[in-house]
């Protein structure tokens, strides 16, 4: 069904609906942006509910009342914080926090193209954002309260949240999560995590999250066999390069070699063999870091933003990755850890772009 902006809306299944999810919608949103969410949950069989904005804790209750399934209290950004605040009263059986803000607040963007970037890399939801009356931009710099003092439920919880996101920082929930919690960060995602350019892996681990509560569907755990050999680590060595900061090196590359010239990100993602999608949200990031300027967003192309000889190889770090090194500060171990900190800081700090001037790609 098509959305009205404003008021509460529903999306249901053709069948049997195998339960409902009612949506809290964040700052400037309003229902009718989680079309496209409510159409694939209704396909896979789910309802979802999306109450008007400021909805109350009665309305809330009444979206997710008559349910013939699993109740779900879903909320983005602030929310986020509502859901968990509402959870103690609704009493659902399932809580999804996406974008939940916490922590240190990045800078509200601004302009109008920096809150785009702030929110989403999905071109749909770029253009819709852009030519909808209804949503209200400038609402990202409205300051979130704090964290609920009530402890989560005791129900199942799943965690969104995009790695990249500036608005609220993924560090920030990182104290919040517990043990038993589902979390799922997307590398490169931003913001708006259920509208961004990764939405169908999101909905993807929202279904199987959902269907887990519903019939406790899940996935057997298969240890490796002795034919597989030993399990491989995700990160095998002390010292690792993310895609995110090669990404970033890719392109500063290309554009050292451009020698000032304005390169395009489509043309960097072709030359450097970079996904064009983890591309923008890497420029992105070194242009809110000062280390590139852009001229009318990746369409029109980016340059450095100072001399090559300027940039050092740890600026680019920082930009991607938020540190230099994540080190555990406890155990005996602990002084250790610092200083290879320090070394790596140091070794970094000396070494600038002008070391990619003879890259031969």
């Known amino acids: ?13 053709e069948g049997t609906s195998r339960g409902t999810v ?22 896979d069989g789910w309802t979802l509910a999306v109450p008007a904005p400021g909805a109350g804790a009665d309305e809330v209750t009444a979206a997710l009342a008559g349910a013939t399934g699993a109740r ?20 659902p059986d399932g809580l999804v926090l996406a974008g939940l803000p916490t922590g240190a607040p990045g800078e509200p963007p601004a302009d109008r193209a920096r809150e785009l970037d702030a929110r989403t890399a999905c071109p749909v939801h770029r253009g819709l954002l852009e030519s909808d009356p ?10 979130p309260p704090p964290p609920p003092s009530d402890p989560l439920p005791d129900a199942a919880v799943l965690w969104l949240h995009g790695d990249a996101d500036p608005v609220a920082p993924v560090a920030g929930i990182r104290s919040l999560t517990r043990p038993g919690d589902d979390v799922a960060v997307v590398v490169d995602g931003v913001h708006d995590v259920l509208n961004d350019q990764f939405h169908r892996i ?6 199987q999250f959902l269907e887990r509560l519903a019939k406790g569907a899940r996935f057997a755990e298969e240890a490796p066999t002795a034919a597989a050999g030993p399990a491989r680590s995700r990160r095998a060595a002390p010292l690792n390069v993310s895609a995110r900061l090669d990404h970033a090196m890719r392109a500063l590359a290309e554009l050292v070699a451009a020698d000032g010239a304005t390169v395009t ?3 960097m993602a072709r030359a450097r063999g970079v996904p064009l999608n983890s591309l923008v949200n890497v ?5 809110r870091a000062g280390l590139v300027t852009s001229r009318r967003g990746c369409e029109g192309g980016y340059r450095l933003a100072r001399p090559a ?9 920082r930009a991607t990755e938020g540190s230099i090194a994540s080190v555990r500060d406890t155990g005996p171990a602990a002084p250790l850890w610092a200083d290879l900190e320090r070394t790596v800081a140091d070794f970094l700090t000396t070494r600038t772009l002008t070391a990619l001037e003879g890259d031969t790609r």
Do not use: K, N
């Open 134 to 143: 209804d949503f209200a931009w400038g609402a990202l710099a409205q300051v």
């Open 202 to 207: 999101v909905a993807a681990r929202l279904v």
């Open 1 to 13: 069904m098509s959305a009205p902006a404003t008021t509460g809306t529903v999306w249901t299944p």
């Open 72 to 91: 779900v209290l879903l909320g983005s950004d602030t929310g986020a914080l509502r859901a968990w605040e509402l959870a103690g009263a609704v009493r």
């Open 309 to 317: 000889a300027e940039i050092t190889v740890a600026d680019v770090v």
């Open 283 to 287: 420029m992105l990031a070194l242009r």
């Open 265 to 267: 990100c489509d043309a």
């Open 22 to 43: 009612a949506v809290l919608t964040g700052r400037g949103e309003h229902p009718g942006l989680y079309a496209r969410l409510g159409r694939r949950l209704a396909v």
